[in-house]
């Protein structure tokens, strides 16, 4: 169980089960969840039953299956129009992978890891990782290096702290001392890559979506195939991928964005 959970209480415990039931990614029934939780039977089973009744979750009778409720889904909705800048950039991805022809992703940074808040893809797409709604790593992604070179120092030191340095292929960068670097070069360019870091075949260029003040509200990224394109000739997005990340961020300014 994870400390937070416990230091809060019931709503943590509850919290710590919806995450549970949302990561199986389908229904799932009551001993698959019993067989990885850390609380007894009876307090499982108290925590599930009332967040069906909070409709926080669905309980199929038939199947014996719980899966995320209506009222989750609500929330989720809200959240995604009032503490994201997804509604407000839409426009200007969908104008940016109509004009360079590639998957474009808009991020935030989520607890030290990246927040896909919205994806939009050419007509060509390929298959890859990132999906509006997937928290993936920081460290190892085009817009997670982005969003990370431009916090404060301290901010940095955090959020570096939170990385996992998972080896995800023969790229990754798998060492602080590694990432830091990469950072500094990132801060100096203006730009970040995923050198297929995260997955084999895959590559991006990245740009921070910064406000006035110099603070990062997100990230953009323009990503390809290695079948399709070199980083070399995905630069060639770059002026296209800056103006879309000025527009986003000029549109934002009046935005409160949540602390």
Known sequence: MNKQATGDGTVGKALEVLDKVAAVGRPV???????????????????????VNQGMLAYDDKQQTYSLGIRLVR?????????SIAPIARPF??????????T??????????????????????????SQAGKVGPGHCTGVGKALMAFQDPSEIDQIIQKQSFYRYTPATL????????????????????????HEPGIIC??????????RPVGALSVTTSTQRKNLDELMNARPALEQAASKIAAAVEDWQFPA
């Open 93 to 102: 991805i969908s104008a940016l992978s109509d004009e360079v022809g590639e």
């Open 205 to 214: 260029i990245a740009a921070p979506i910064l406000s006035t003040k110099g």
């Open 174 to 197: 798998v060492t602080e001392a590694a990432l830091r670097a990469e950072l500094d070069q990132i801060r100096q360019d203006g730009i970040a890559f995923d050198r297929e870091e």
């Open 75 to 83: 929330l989720a909705h809200a959240a995604w129009r009032q503490s």
């Open 104 to 129: 474009v992703h808009l991020a935030q940074l989520d607890n030290g890891q990246v927040l896909y808040v919205d994806k939009r893809n050419p007509q060509n797409a390929i298959d890859m990782f």
């Open 29 to 51: 029934r009551f001993s698959e969840l019993l067989s990885e939780s850390a609380h007894p039977k009876a307090t499982l089973y108290r925590l599930l039953q009332t967040l």
